[in-house]
């Protein structure tokens, strides 16, 4: 199986700041990487696909990248609204796997 | 507009059987694949296998096969998630997600709670 090291698992960041999640693939997985956000209590939200495309209907301060088999997610000018956990996906191939997850909050 | 509504939540004792169904609308059903990803209580994300709308045919991971069966009633554009001899570790949250690629409609999720 292919495992997704996820990093940090958790951080806190002030508002306006930048902040990066990573995702470390075990193998090649080429782009079929995406990034969820889950707030407490709700179900995940697809935020990047496809490793660096936007989806619909998400603000323009998240984007995804490649570097290899790493992945980051990037949020720039954050706001209390992206405080919950990010959660990188691989669905290159099956089974499809999950990071551990990252706890975003904001002091 | 495109939902996945999934039934309520489920408390069961071990050993007891549990069926989770997952409503889809807005799109054509069989259109795209029906996923399954559990939850632990303060957990990350696993996924446990997914059902061809089309066909019927589930594909289960391998912590997953044995007492866990997806299944289709495609005229109601539903699929469920039946878990037989439930243990304590079951406890979890259990979505279901469409497939367009990466999974981009969640359900709001069913917890079971699994507890003598």
């Known amino acids: 199986d292919i495992q997704m090291t996820q990093s940090p698992s958790s951080m806190s960041a002030s508002l306006g700041d930048t902040v990066t999640i990573n995702c470390l693939a075990s193998?090649?997985?080429?782009?079929?990487l995406s990034w969820y956000q889950q707030k407490p209590g709700k179900s995940p939200k697809l935020m990047i696909y496809g490793a660096t495309n936007l989806e619909d209907g998400v603000p323009s301060r998240f984007s995804g990248s490649r570097s290899g088999s790493d992945y980051s997610l990037t949020i720039n000018s954050l706001g209390y609204d992206d405080e919950g956990i990010y959660h990188c996906h691989q669905y290159y191939e099956y089974p499809n796997t999950f990071g551990a997850g990252t706890k975003l909050e904001l002091k | 507009q495109i939902q996945l509504v999934q039934s309520g939540p489920e408390l069961k004792k071990p050993g007891e059987s549990v069926k989770i169904s997952c409503k889809a609308s807005g799109y054509t059903f069989t259109d795209y694949a029906m996923h399954w990803v559990k939850q632990a209580p303060g957990k990350g994300l696993k996924w446990m296998g997914w059902i061809n709308t089309y066909t019927g045919k589930p594909t289960y991971a391998d912590d997953f096969k044995g007492r866990f069966v997806f299944s289709l009633e495609a005229s109601a554009s539903t699929a469920n998630l039946q878990i037989s001899n439930l243990k304590n570790e079951d406890t979890a949250t259990y979505f279901c997600?469409?497939?367009?690629?990466?999974?981009?409609?969640w359900g709001q999720g069913v917890m079971v709670t699994v507890s003598s």
């Open positions: 997600a469409r497939r367009s690629g990466a999974f981009d409609y």
């Open positions: 193998q090649d997985i080429g782009n079929y």
